[in-house]
């Protein structure tokens, strides 16, 4: 794209401090490899050079939010940082109630426990595991209902992420509204390659859900960088601000659960913004036994002001731009080297199509998992599966998922990565990719019983 040839998308921020970076040898590499089973979860970070594993708390605060941190009050209860971050998510998000988390998972489990009950059925735009889980745990089963175009890496849809009203309306029809406590909409849709979703397809979903009584529960993780791309490609929304279209998009959902370590620059943090009095009552009461006091959830003072000081920094259009700019920029430097990734790019990371890069690898040889140890290999870069091993397996059979997509995310913290790092990034894989076949598969030799990908162990096949 002309703009980030340009190098218009530059950051807007200067650097204040640095954080030095440990090069390795490709023997070093070898053994830690080996130690960690072929899981790049499983190595320390002592060992990596560039780490492009998550987004998820990897961030860089700013000053900003540095200054906020020594304003934390730690009262135990009724800290003032609490009401600030309150007050900025009732102006920001636009929902009447805060319980605040440890982060994303903390709000998943309360709403899954207070909404979901035993045969349930949870319908969302693709899973992602923990949501996912959360929802099984509570006794409800998780059902897709993104568009087919998802699910094909290939597809250059400019919303890949909506979710299918056919396919939802069909479900309604099949198990009953009684029985679907609320749908998932994920804002943006982290396991399809960080896609977004289209306002009007939300709007959609809010309408048909209001018919049926059925609640719309935001994963709003990624909406600001989501708002981003309802900016850039959905018609109408050209000259309004983000901050103006993330309110909107929220205003089509009954809550939204939030992992702040993404989109609001924090290290640590999360909430579940609500709506109905009832249901903010429940989460309260449950809030304490799980996380901590309602105006803490397991957060320090200083956290709830970092995260509040975050949501004002992430809304800033500058910000969003150089954040999407970079992410874009990888893309296309490794789409000109003709390397296989999803399209179009997302908000937050660049997923290599594993099953493309490393045709002559079954599906059980777990090609994505391969290519992440042969990168981290190469070069001391660290990225995630996000394919086979993710997907965990069937509750009833058993048996493996196997997803149609077996990718590997390259995920870009905010603000930590400058360009340069990004065009080693794209050396490295170029790297991998010019021996690619060459390349043997692995086998699992460890197995946990949840999120197994977190601590899983591989073996390479002879
Ligand atoms: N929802 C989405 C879309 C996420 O990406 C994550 C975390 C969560 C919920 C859970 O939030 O980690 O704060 O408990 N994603 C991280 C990742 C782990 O690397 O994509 P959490």
């Not at 440890?102 to 979901?116: D, V």
């Not at 009203?165 to 479900?171: A, I, N, R, S, T």
């Not at 609001?264 to 913004?273: M, S």
Request: aromatic share 10%.
């Amino acid at each position: 794209m002309e703009q980030s040839k340009k190098r218009s998308w530059a950051e807007p921020f200067k650097i204040k401090v640095v954080e030095l970076l440990k090069m390795t040898t490709p023997e070093e590499r070898q053994k830690a490899l080996l130690e960690a089973g072929y899981n790049t979860f499983l190595l320390r970070s002592d060992d990596v050079y560039i780490d492009l594993l998550t987004d998820s708390g990897t961030n860089a605060m700013s000053d900003y939010q540095w200054a906020g941190m020594m304003l934390g009050d730690e009262a135990y209860a009724g800290s003032k940082n609490f009401y600030n971050l309150e007050h900025n998510v009732q102006k920001y998000y636009g929902y009447k109630y805060l319980v605040p988390t440890h982060q994303g998972r903390g709000a998943e489990h309360i709403i899954s426990k207070i909404l979901i009950k035993p045969g349930h059925y949870i319908p969302g735009n693709m899973y992602f595991t923990t949501t996912r889980l959360h929802q099984e745990l509570a006794g409800g089963t998780f059902v897709d209902v993104i568009i087919d175009e998802a699910h094909d890496p290939e597809s250059t849809h400019p919303f890949k992420g909506n979710v299918d009203l056919q396919k939802y309306e069909d479900l309604i029809k099949k198990v009953g509204p009684k029985n679907i406590p609320y749908i998932t909409v994920a804002l943006t849709v982290n396991m399809a390659g960080g896609q977004p979703v289209s306002v009007e397809n939300l709007k959609q979903v809010h309408e048909m859900s209001k018919k049926h009584g059925i609640r719309v529960v935001l994963d709003a993780t990624r909406a600001i960088e989501n708002a981003y791309f309802v900016k850039t490609r959905e018609k109408g929304y050209e000259n309004k601000s983000i901050a103006d279209i993330l309110h909107e998009l929220c205003s089509y959902s009954n809550a939204c659960t939030m992992s702040g370590k993404k989109d609001l620059l924090v290290n640590i943090g999360g909430f579940l913004a609500l709506n109905e009095s009832e249901v903010f009552e429940e989460a309260r009461n449950m809030v304490v036994v799980y996380e901590g006091l309602h105006t803490y959830g397991g957060l320090a003072g200083r956290d709830m002001e970092a995260m509040s000081r975050g949501i004002e920094e992430a809304v800033q259009e500058a910000h969003i731009r150089a954040r999407i700019g970079q992410v874009e920029y990888v893309g296309e430097r490794l789409t000109e080297l003709g390397i296989p990734i999803v399209h179009p790019t997302g908000g937050h990371a660049i997923f290599l199509n594993a099953k493309k890069f490393l045709p002559h690898l079954k599906q059980i040889e777990f090609p994505a998992q391969t290519l992440a140890a042969e990168l981290y290999l190469e070069s001391g870069i660290r990225s995630m599966e996000r394919g086979i091993v993710s997907a965990g397996r069937d509750k009833q059979t058993g048996d493996h998922y196997f997803p149609k997509l077996e990718l590997v995310r390259l995920t870009f913290p905010r603000r930590v990565y400058t360009q340069a790092h990004c065009d080693v990034t794209t050396e490295a894989v170029e790297s991998v990719f010019n021996r690619k076949d060459k390349i043997k598969g692995l086998k699992m030799v460890y197995e946990p019983k949840y999120l197994r990908f977190f601590q899983a162990r591989f073996d390479k096949l002879s």
